[in-house]
């Protein structure tokens, strides 16, 4: 019998490539969403879709009950993937990175459905700044010192899994940068470079690490078959890179042979961020620019160790940088974004 898999926040970039790996090694899939979720990627026919609202517990509650005893139990495994890395302030950050979470290891243990392996999604974020002046790689042993809101609330998300510490079977991933098609973000610096300019944040150098998003939902799903290891591994291609390694790669794929590189000086980032979350505080509409996001553009050293993630899931990245931006290009010019 087929294993069945459950992924929350399926309709996310990640998820949907989550999704489509555990439908590739034949698991019964299910994809947790809202009802206001796109399924613009999640068109397979052997997608079984559930729709969870995780602001009532109660009702999220009963919708897993009846799954489970309607379609063959529990399931084997489970992802969560469901967060936000955007959010108008802490309280709105905690509520869907820990709150929800919580709700759900919750909910899965008093249905007594805890599945065989629990995959937490969180962040590299957790970790804070690092060493900015060797550049040593982060160590899944070092501190916890997250600097940003959004890596607050994923830390605490971590923490309380680890109070079930042996009596719940979770694993815990901290990503890079995750790049790939149908994401945006990565997508709006190719889009800028595409029209000839190039921002960078700070005059410092800064290592920048990445990890492709089909070698992401590969690791997912190695990890998941390894079985439970209660502790956190990182994911990441096992080099980092510079802005213009990253910008020089761009625009080898866009066949392009010059922009002109802007580089914005941390002082004035730090004043159009206080402004920016001013902003959010007196009209609550989200900047893509505000104190939070001010500490992650300005950090200089993303490297991380991933010795462990290749000794204990047998993982290792299948693209690197310049393999996966060329697919990643190729998928935006083919649906029309570039």
């Avoid at 955007?86 to 899965?108: C, H, I, S």
């Avoid at 070698?215 to 890179?241: C, I, Q």
Wanted: glycine share 6%; charged share 20%; net charge positive.
């Amino acid at each position: 019998m087929a294993k069945r898999i459950l992924v929350t926040g399926a309709g996310g970039f990640i998820g949907g490539f989550i999704v489509a790996e555990a439908l590739k090694r034949g698991y019964e899939t299910w994809a947790a969403v809202r009802h206001t979720t796109s399924r613009q990627f999640l068109t397979d026919e052997r997608i079984h879709f559930i729709e969870l609202d995780f602001n009532d517990p109660d009702a999220l509650r009963a919708t897993l009950q009846a799954t489970i005893e309607q379609n063959g139990g529990k399931w084997d495994y489970v992802v969560h993937n469901l967060g936000a890395t955007k959010a108008p302030n802490y309280q709105a950050f905690e509520r869907v990175n820990y709150g929800y979470l919580k709700l759900m290891v919750d909910t899965l243990k008093q249905l007594h459905a805890e599945p065989e392996t629990f995959l937490l999604m969180s962040s590299l974020s957790v970790m804070g700044a690092g060493d900015e002046k060797n550049y040593t790689p982060f160590k899944v042993t070092d501190e916890v010192v997250p600097n940003t809101q959004y890596g607050m609330s994923k830390a605490k998300a971590e923490a309380y899994l680890s109070t079930f510490n042996p009596t719940f079977p979770y694993t815990i991933f901290r990503c890079t940068g995750v790049y790939g098609p149908h994401e945006k973000d990565y997508y709006l610096m190719m889009k800028s470079i595409k029209r000839g300019f190039d921002f960078s944040v700070g005059f410092k150098k800064q290592m920048l690490t990445f990890i492709y998003v089909k070698d992401l939902a590969v690791a997912v799903l190695n990890a998941l078959e390894a079985g439970p290891k209660r502790r956190v591994y990182f994911l990441s291609e096992d080099r980092a890179y510079s802005q213009q390694e990253f910008r020089k790669i761009v625009l080898k794929e866009l066949h392009k042979h010059f922009v002109i590189p802007i580089t914005c000086p941390l002082w004035l980032l730090r004043v159009i961020c206080f402004f920016g979350s001013l902003y959010t505080k007196f009209t609550g509409n989200g900047t893509p620019l505000n104190n939070d996001k001010y500490n992650i553009l300005k950090q200089r050293n993303w490297l991380c160790n991933t010795s462990d993630t290749r000794r204990d899931l047998h993982f290792t990245p299948h693209y690197d940088l310049e393999h996966g931006i060329h697919e990643t290009i190729a998928w935006y010019k083919e649906a029309g974004w570039l």
